[in-house]
């Protein structure tokens, strides 16, 4: 029987190329959170608490391969302009979210996705053709029975019809419907392994955290499940410079930093 090891995810060393950073943006009051809440512990919170931003982190052995992926949720108030745009810059995949009955918020996430790929334009100097960047366009709380629909179907589905990178569901984050298929979607358009959809792995304690690199454990506990995931309790949003380092070095590469250095700044 594996014994508990009490130590923090903090602790574990997770390869840079596995390391992935989700961000979900969209107006206030849509449900963003909500969505991310489903994400990590399958559970549905009834009050509002309005967001500044929070951050999450989960951390994944998936085949003997240990990953982490950091969840992002934002504020749709704009508080911080700079702030919101190094969210963008640091991401890898992201979940833009509007509400069925509010054709403000759809406006809302046609904005912020042009940002998205004029922020990404500007970071790897290609053409928005050359692009390829992983988005789910949510339209939220199309379980509502008294809903007032302000956005039609086919309007958001022309938005991503031709892009092969988007992609486009009606979701209901109140009853759970379509959000487990998003995960999935957008997890498959970022080429990322589809075990990090919330029902495709194991949940496990953090105090299980060391264990996950244990070849003990990979090669005895993997092969029977074939996925673990665990929420850190601990996560903080890194600094700004670590956040710079980042994009630096992962998202453009060592190369191309210089040439890139105004984006950041900008």
Request: aromatic fraction near 8%.
């Amino acid at each position: 029987m594996m014994k508990p090891f009490h130590s923090t995810p903090a602790m574990l060393n997770v390869p840079a190329k596995n390391s992935y950073r989700m961000v979900i943006l969209g107006a206030s009051k849509v449900g963003k959170s909500c969505i991310v809440s489903r994400f990590l512990n399958s559970r549905y919170e009834e009050h509002y608490t309005p967001t500044i931003e929070d951050f999450h982190r989960k951390v994944y052995n998936i085949r003997g391969d240990i990953y982490q992926l950091d969840i992002l949720d934002t504020s749709g108030n704009h508080p911080f302009p700079a702030m919101r745009r190094l969210s963008i810059l640091t991401g890898d995949v992201f979940i833009l979210v509007f509400s069925l009955d509010s054709r403000g918020s759809f406006e809302e996430v046609q904005r912020l996705r042009r940002q998205i790929i004029e922020c990404k334009m500007c970071l790897k100097g290609k053409t928005e053709e050359e692009m390829e960047i992983p988005m789910a366009l949510c339209g939220n709380k199309c379980d509502r029975a008294d809903l007032h629909r302000e956005v039609p179907s086919d309007e958001a589905e022309r938005l991503v019809a031709c892009d092969t990178n988007s992609v486009y569901f009606e979701i209901s984050a109140k009853k759970n419907s379509n959000v487990e298929e998003m995960f999935r979607a957008l997890f498959s358009m970022a080429k990322l392994p589809h075990e990090m959809s919330p029902a495709l792995h194991r949940k496990i304690s953090v105090q299980y955290c060391e264990a996950l690199h244990r070849k003990s454990f990979r090669l005895r506990r993997v092969k029977e499940v074939g996925a673990f995931g665990m929420v850190s309790p601990l996560a903080r949003r890194p600094s700004i410079n670590s956040d710079l380092t980042y994009i630096k070095e992962k998202v453009m590469g060592r190369g191309q930093a210089r040439e890139r250095e105004k984006c950041l700044i900008q």
